[in-house]
């Protein structure tokens, strides 16, 4: 089936320090969302992008849409411990259903004292 | 805040029995889901259910897999009969429209067989 790839798989950062993950799909994407898990927890919406090229901010993180709605990244300025967790991308291809969101692999980050 | 619930949170069953796994939406909620996460791996799609019908399913889910409806509230999976792959956490979602839109997951079911 069709993937969304993320990269990287782990990153360990000091907190303080930025983080960025970056996810990636072969086939043009109708929209992206980002869901963030905390360890032992279940996913959690962050944010929609739907427009080529948007940009989108929640305070510390900073979310955007490839031009050409293929890739998408989340970075993260300042990690604080409470940014650990595994975030995911989450598509709806264009090629697929209208209610089939697929997830990428995604990013497993610790933050380190 | 409104929130999906799940039961049981643990549900451990022997290879060939059924289960049956149990998820309240958000009341106001149309669209409904269930994702399964094998340890450590990633969320995977298995099937959306909207005005009573399954709206799309995955390769995964297979005919030993059905999806109900049973009453106003309550929004069912269930595997006839368990193979020791099955064993995963088990997410139910739901959101307001279809997946355009912002899906609340519940905290999940860990299913393991044995």
């Known amino acids: 089936g069709q993937q969304v790839m993320q990269i990287p798989q782990y990153q360990h950062v000091q907190e303080g320090e930025d983080f960025t993950t970056y996810c990636n799909s072969s086939?043009?994407?109708?929209?992206i969302q980002w869901y963030k898990q905390r360890p032992g927890g279940h996913p959690v919406f962050l944010i929609q992008l739907v427009k080529s090229g948007e940009v989108k901010k929640q305070k510390r993180l900073t979310f955007q849409f490839g031009e050409a709605k293929k890739n998408s990244s989340l970075h993260i300025t300042a990690t604080q411990t409470t940014d650990v967790g595994t975030y995911f991308c989450?598509?709806?291809?264009?090629?697929?259903?209208?209610?089939?969101?697929?997830f990428g692999t995604g990013t497993q980050l610790k933050v380190e004292l | 805040e409104p929130e999906v619930t799940q039961t049981p949170s643990h549900q451990v069953t022997q290879m060939g029995q059924e289960v049956i796994l149990r998820c309240v939406p958000i009341?106001?909620?149309?669209?409904f889901y269930w994702y399964r996460q094998i340890l450590g791996q990633k969320v995977e799609f298995l099937v959306s259910f909207y005005n009573n019908e399954i709206s799309e399913k995955s390769e995964i889910f297979d005919d030993q897999f059905s999806v109900e409806r049973p009453d106003g509230s309550n929004f069912t999976l269930k595997i006839r009969s368990t193979k020791l792959e099955d064993s995963a956490m088990y997410f139910c979602a739901s959101s307001v429209r279809g997946a355009v839109y912002e899906q609340y997951f519940g905290p999940g079911t860990r299913l393991t067989v044995t």
């Open positions: 086939t043009t994407l109708s929209n």
């Open positions: 989450a598509a709806l291809l264009l090629t697929g259903g209208g209610n089939k969101l697929t």
């Open positions: 009341s106001n909620h149309l669209y």
